[in-house]
């Protein structure tokens, strides 16, 4: 079993839609996924359920924040998709005072480890995938403490590039206390061929020596906005398109990667 998480406090980077279509391509590949939706926009979670129903969830008294609160096993916070092969643990607004409440904690960097302990040990998914905030604050460390490996999704644009640098910074940090967690691939979003910025985007990131970046890139693709407005991913929605293609292999890789 292997936890990715998805991490770039650049907002708007293809944080969410790279995990659940992440997760949605790697079940089509017939492995188990348990999916976490750590980010209070509850982006993630609106893929799976449509928005009343994630309202719902989000103000049931058993929710992720009331699990980090009390320090609790996340077993039974668990929810089934339509999907057989896909679980998820959705977010609540309430998750928007994390921070303060994580600081008073010992150990705080390590209280999401400890909730998701059981469900590793039990070892029933093949994947879990942790979406996350675009900040880089405790809650993320938290996030980053609990995974093997994280995806940073990047767009295809100067600030998008700009970003990286701190977060390379935020994993050497990580690193300090969590040495085993590692960068497993650059994931580049939102590609427009048609922009020269593309190119330029692609030269730097192969500049750096030693940074894996993915073979696989995502380009822009409309589908994928008709999908979250279907409350579905692209890969479930229109399985023909080129951006569910793509997050296809890019699941192959992942796969390869993490053998
Ligand atoms: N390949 C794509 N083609 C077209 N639109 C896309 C693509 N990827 C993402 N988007 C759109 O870009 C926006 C941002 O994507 P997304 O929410 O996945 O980013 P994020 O990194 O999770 O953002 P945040 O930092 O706010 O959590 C969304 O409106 C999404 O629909
Ligand atoms: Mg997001």
Not at 218 to 246: G, L, P
Request: proline residues 2%.
């Amino acid at each position: 079993m292997v936890t990715i998480c998805f991490a770039n406090n650049k907002g708007g980077s293809g944080k969410s839609t790279s995990c659940s279509n992440l997760g949605s391509a790697l079940a089509k590949l017939g492995k188990k996924v348990l999916l976490i939706d750590g980010d209070m926009q509850m982006n993630l979670s609106l893929s799976f359920f449509d928005e009343e129903k994630v309202l719902a969830f989000a103000q049931e008294e058993q929710n992720i924040y009331r699990a980090l609160l009390e320090e609790e096993d996340l077993t039974s916070y668990i929810k089934h998709t339509d999907d057989e092969n896909i679980d998820i643990v959705v977010s609540t607004t309430l998750m928007s005072s994390i921070e303060m409440d994580l600081f008073s904690k010992w150990q705080r960097e390590f209280v999401f480890r400890k909730c998701l302990k059981k469900i590793k040990k039990k070892a029933e998914y093949d994947f879990i995938l942790i979406d996350s905030p675009p900040t880089l604050g405790c809650w993320v460390m938290n996030i980053l403490c609990a995974s093997d490996y994280v995806i940073m999704p990047v767009e295809a644009s100067p600030w998008g590039l700009f970003g990286l640098a701190n977060m390379f910074d935020f994993l050497d940090k990580v690193n300090e206390i969590a040495p085993d967690v590692s960068l497993l691939g650059i994931l580049v979003t939102k590609v427009d061929e048609r922009k020269n910025y593309y190119k330029q985007t692609m030269e730097t990131l192969h500049s750096y020596e030693n940074l894996p970046v993915f073979d696989t890139v995502i380009h822009t693709d409309s589908a994928i906005e008709w999908a979250q407005d279907a409350s579905s991913t692209v890969v479930n929605f229109k399985r023909s398109s080129r951006s569910a293609k793509e997050y296809l292999k890019l699941a192959k890789e992942v796969d390869g990667k993490c053998q």
